[in-house]
Nanobody, 128 residues
Framework: QLQLVESGGGLVQPGGSLRLSCKVS????????IGWFRQAPGKEREGVSC????????NYADSVKGRFTMSRDNAKNAMFLRLDILKPEDAGVYYC?????????????????????WGQGAQVTVSS
């Protein structure tokens, strides 16, 4: 059974940090491009960051550049998102996702529609 499970969410003060993890089971993550997305109440889900399947391409939303860092550990079949200098507007449910297309080893996208597999989400709250 294909499954992605996020963990590491929680409540943090503005300026603080969190590290989200996403453990994958049921398929080998190294064949897939991966991404992190978030959704705030009343807003559409938006792309935060992504890494191509070969790890050579990355992309970050402008709103998180310089503050968030995404990584993958294919040996552990897991991906991570380090969130630093958190702002109240970073709050929401964070989702990990994966997709694969032949010949797309260098491709990384923040478009939600491209992703085939999704986790259930982890809540991140930024408040003093």
């Amino acid at each position: 059974q294909l499954q992605l499970v996020e963990s590491g969410g929680g409540l943090v003060q503005p300026g603080g940090s969190l590290r989200l993890s996403c453990k994958v089971s049921g398929f080998r993550l190294d064949y897939y491009a991966i991404g992190w997305f978030r959704q705030a109440p009343g807003k559409e889900r938006e792309g935060v960051s992504c890494i191509s399947s070969n790890g050579l391409s990355t992309n970050y939303a402008d709103s998180v550049k310089g503050r968030f860092t995404m990584s993958r550990d294919n040996a552990k079949n897991a991906m991570f998102l380090r969130l630093d200098i958190l702002k109240p507007e970073d709050a929401g449910v964070y989702y990990c996702a994966a997709w694969a297309r032949p010949g797309s080893e260098y491709v990384c996208t923040l478009t939600t529609d491209e992703y085939d597999y999704w986790g259930q989400g982890a809540q991140v709250t930024v408040s003093s």
